[in-house]
């Protein structure tokens, strides 16, 4: 499975932006799928988590009101809506999807993008 986000870069506080998560490979075999981020200096930490129809999602605390997860299987992408962006928003974000094949569970990864907001 490969994951390419795209859509990341700079807005001003209290702006928008989308990012998205396109897989491709074995996507059969994926199931949940999710958004990470990482901050300079502080640990990755999950943003959002979407199950594999789509209808069960959960939120970091952090963001809950704000972003919104959604995925379309049909193109085999996901999304992160992100509205009223704050400064302390600003990370890599990564997409991630969990996978079962060969028989065994896998962790997939994106290479990430930067989204920077400014005061």
């Known amino acids: 499975v490969q994951l390419v986000e795209s859509g990341g870069g700079l807005v001003q506080a209290g702006g928008s932006l989308r990012l998205s998560c396109a897989a491709s490979?074995?996507?059969?075999?994926?199931?949940?799928m999710g958004w990470y981020r990482q901050a300079p200096g502080k640990q990755r930490e999950l943003v959002a988590v979407?199950?594999?129809?789509?209808?069960?999602?959960n939120y970091a605390d952090s963001v809950k009101g704000r972003f919104t997860i959604s995925r379309d299987n049909a193109k085999n992408t996901m999304y992160l809506q992100m509205n009223s962006l704050k400064p302390e928003d600003t990370a890599v974000y990564y997409c991630?999807?969990?996978?079962?094949?060969?028989?065994?569970?896998?962790?997939?990864w994106g290479q990430g993008t930067q989204v920077t907001v400014s005061s």
């Open positions: 490979g074995r996507i059969f075999s994926i199931n949940n």
């Open positions: 991630n999807a969990w996978a079962y094949n060969d028989f065994a569970p896998h962790d997939y």
């Open positions: 979407i199950n594999i129809g789509g209808g069960s999602t």
